[in-house]
């Protein structure tokens, strides 16, 4: 069963950016979809980004539209969110997530994914 493992998240100022990673256990990562979801504290987990199998198609949220781009590499069994003019409301856990029954598409509902990883802190201040 594929395992995933968020990295990257740190402190940045306000305008700064950070790229967070996830690495993926298993032989088909390459089939899957995957996407990048966040949870501030006291709020709901919200959809970030996402993308298809093989990263040609992708999609985001309007509230990180132009600032982050998420991207993938199937040799090395990696996910990326690169974000940039990062704002304080960008503040949260980043969690990193794989749907296994993937059909060529990509999802942005959470209950589309099966597999999650355990998070990493992004914050920022202003």
């Known amino acids: 069963q594929v395992q995933v493992q968020e990295s990257g998240g740190g402190w940045v100022q306000a305008g700064g950016s950070l790229r967070l990673s996830c690495a993926a256990s298993g032989r088909t990562f390459n089939t899957y979809a995957m996407g990048w979801f966040r949870q501030a504290p006291g709020k709901e987990r919200e959809f970030v980004a996402a993308?298809?199998?093989?990263?040609?198609?992708?999609y985001y949220a309007d509230s990180v539209k132009g600032r982050f781009t998420i991207s993938r590499d199937n040799i090395k069994n990696k996910l990326y969110l690169q974000m940039s003019s990062l704002k304080p409301e960008d503040t949260a856990i980043y969690y990193c997530a794989v749907n296994t029954d993937s059909s060529g598409g990509y999802y942005y509902i959470d209950a589309e994914y099966d597999v999650w990883g355990q998070g990493t802190q992004v914050t920022v201040s202003s």
């Open positions: 993308t298809n199998w093989n990263g040609a198609s992708t």
